[in-house]
């Protein structure tokens, strides 16, 4: 169950992450062009996005289990995106917000500045708490010569094992072994 | 050791973050939620003032066709009559801006956008067109014509302040309703005030709307009382 759950939650976030990356970036374009300013200007506002991006990327190729199989993380991440995302949703579709209609974009700009800020923060710490989990996988597994040695002192138990082992026989091979003793 | 101590201090930052991620982003969306429920409240017109729309809009009605009557025939070809004449179209334009607006007083329910559309059409077409450009017009008639009517002079005078406060009023309306794109949880009194917001704002408006009727509506008697040709 909690599996299940777990992988419904990776794909609603990487879908509410593109989506909210989407909206953002339009929202950005629409008011950096009525301001006339370059779009590049709004890379620093875009960055936390891509860096979540990117780390989201790493997990699914590097089969982060401390990541995928985080419940506590997946839950937050898919809240957060949602809240983003539904800030980005008002600013565009809210047209009970009056600045909607006082700049005459159908969009409102205002709105999405005054939020971004919290935005931002959001995703840096997520995208932050996403790293601190990778160092902490890191730090909890042990090191390369340590397993190299408990599994060559493996093999050579497992060889003795097999050495003292007495082979099974199967009822054929005691039938030959009466016959045998009893000519 | 060391490592251990370490790994356990990161995943406990890790949780922290976390928490707060998860508290702050709750805030965010309930906030958002009860911000935009709480916008798409209406206010249903009440029975009074369903009376003062009709009563506005019988005054329009009755100072238009009281202003088309006007005649100033009898003052034969001179300045006097040429200078009533011309202060009757530029009130004639000023109605037709008032005829326009009744469409807004014979509406039944106010959200905020029909609130700042009344507000934004107020200050376009009766204080943009009439209450300044029309009586910009009149003004420069008084003051060139060879006729001179000091109580006319008077009223205009009399009438600049409180043309200053109604715009004052629409502009502090205005900048209320703009002011609703930000949003916090309320106290209940506070919330009480949110929710009335749609109808103390209306009423306002109207109120801002019967005074710029009223002050069109005495300089259309001090012009009818001269030309003696009251309907």
Do not use: W
């Amino acid at each position: 169950m909690k599996q299940v759950l777990n992988v419904l939650l990776n794909i609603i976030k990487v879908v509410l992450l593109l989506v909210a990356m989407g909206l953002m970036f339009y929202g950005l374009l629409i008011t950096y062009k009525r301001l006339s300013k370059p779009v590049t200007e709004a890379i620093p506002i875009l960055l936390p996005f891509v860096l979540l991006l990117i780390a989201f990327v790493i997990n699914f190729m590097t089969k982060q289990k401390i990541v995928n199989r985080n419940l506590f993380y997946n839950t937050t991440a898919v809240l957060v995106l949602a809240a983003v995302t539904f800030v980005c949703y008002r600013a565009k579709f809210d047209s009970n917000m009056m600045l909607y209609h006082k700049y005459g974009i159908n969009y409102n700009p205002s709105y999405l500045s005054d939020n971004i800020g919290t935005i931002k923060l959001l995703v840096y710490l997520l995208f932050t708490s996403n790293v601190f989990l990778m160092i902490s996988a890191k730090l909890s597994q042990p090191k390369k010569e340590i397993i190299k040695e408990v599994k060559e002192d493996l093999i050579v138990e497992h060889k003795d094992l097999e050495i003292k082992e007495e082979p099974v026989l199967e009822n054929r091979d005691l039938e030959i072994k009466e016959e045998t003793v009893n000519a | 050791m060391l490592k251990k101590t370490f790994g356990e201090l990161i995943n406990i930052t890790t949780a922290a973050i976390l928490v707060i991620c998860m508290l702050m982003a709750g805030y965010l969306i309930f906030a958002n939620v009860y911000h935009s429920k709480e916008l798409t409240n209406v206010y249903l017109i009440r029975e009074g003032e369903i009376t003062k729309q009709q009563k506005y809009v019988a005054e329009v009605d009755k100072l238009t066709t009281k202003l088309a009557a006007l005649s100033f025939e009898k003052f034969g070809q001179t300045d006097k009559k040429i200078y009533y004449q011309m202060i009757q179209i530029d009130l004639n334009k000023c109605m037709e801006q008032f005829k326009a607006s009744t469409y807004y007083m014979n509406l039944q329910s106010i959200d905020a956008l029909t609130n700042y559309r009344l507000s934004n059409s107020f200050s376009n077409n009766i204080y943009g067109e009439c209450l300044r450009g029309q009586f910009m017009s009149i003004n420069n008639v008084i003051t060139e014509s060879i006729h001179k009517d000091e109580e006319m002079k008077t009223l205009m005078l009399a009438f600049d302040q409180t043309i200053l406060n109604i715009n004052n009023s629409n502009e502090l309306i205005r900048n209320i309703l703009i002011g609703n794109s930000t949003y916090s949880f309320t106290t209940f009194d506070t919330r009480m005030t949110l929710y009335n917001e749609n109808k103390i704002l209306y009423n306002a408006i109207a109120e801002n709307y019967n005074l710029s009727l009223n002050i069109v509506s005495s300089l259309i008697n001090h012009i009818a009382i001269v030309a003696e040709g009251e309907v």
